[in-house]
């Protein structure tokens, strides 16, 4: 009885060989901010924020910073534009989600997260 192998003239190994070792995998380069490192934000960070409405304030003064209207931001985050005036007003209730996703956008650093 001819195998797979043999049929295939040799062309694949059969599958009782030494297993392959994997190559190391690479470090991932980092990501640059949105919009470029020219476009990073120039809002001093001096702690972290412990509270949504420190949160709200740092964006708001971040996305001011970047020159945005509240819907070109909110596009930029992901978020809706309502969402974003409910954090810049500081509303306790806000999908934590969405709020990091917002923090990413403006290039706010949590400390506590980091």
Do not use: Y
Not at 1 to 20: H, I, Q, T, W, Y
Not at 37 to 57: H, L
């Amino acid at each position: 009885m001819r195998s797979v192998f043999d049929e295939l003239g040799g062309a694949v190994a059969p599958a009782a060989s030494a297993p392959k070792t994997l190559p190391a995998p690479r470090p991932r380069p980092a990501r640059p901010a949105p919009g470029g490192p020219e476009a990073s934000p120039a809002v001093p960070v001096s702690s972290a924020p412990v509270t949504i409405g420190e949160i709200g304030k740092r964006v708001r003064a971040a996305r001011k910073a970047m020159g945005m209207t509240q819907q070109r931001f909110a596009d930029l985050a992901g978020v809706g534009r309502r969402f974003l005036i409910e954090l810049e007003q500081g509303k306790p209730s806000l999908e934590i989600g969405r709020v990091l996703a917002v923090c990413h956008a403006a290039g706010i650093k949590l400390g506590f997260l980091t």
